[in-house]
């Protein structure tokens, strides 16, 4: 069992950043690939990024790519979001997710999840 907890969410204008951190309540971190998924209202839960157990190699799609970086601290047992020229569409809960395997954009493939963090961007 894994417990995840996000924080850092809140209110930015446009154009501003934001941190996003998730720390986790297991020994053994280092052997989950972690994701980054957001929902926004009335839509369905969408891959933001993702990576390795190792924190060696990323992922992201198209819309986050270049503006999000994700991290992870091993030894602190937590995963990092960083988000940088926010846009109003970035407006989701944010949610923290791990799996045994390998990474993954797919959601139904992570084992266990945080209870999000909300994140605005006003325009």
């Known amino acids: 069992q894994v417990q995840l907890a996000e924080s850092g969410g809140g209110l930015v204008q446009a154009g501003g950043s934001l941190r996003l951190s998730c720390a986790a309540s297991?020994?053994?971190?280092?052997?989950?690939?972690m994701g980054w998924f957001r929902q926004a209202p009335g839509k369905a839960r969408e891959f933001v990024a993702t990576?390795?157990?190792?924190?060696?190699?990323?992922a992201y799609p198209d819309s986050v790519k270049g503006r999000f970086t994700i991290s992870r601290d091993n030894a602190k047992n937590t995963v990092y979001l960083q988000m940088n020229a926010l846009k109003p569409e970035d407006t989701a809960v944010y949610y923290c997710?791990?799996?045994?395997?390998?990474?993954?954009?797919?959601?139904?493939?992570?084992?266990?999840w945080g209870q999000g963090t909300q994140v605005t961007v006003s325009s």
């Open positions: 997710a791990s799996r045994s395997y390998g990474t993954s954009s797919v959601a139904s493939l992570y084992d266990y």
């Open positions: 297991t020994r053994t971190f280092s052997n989950y690939a």
């Open positions: 990576i390795t157990k190792d924190g060696a190699s990323a």
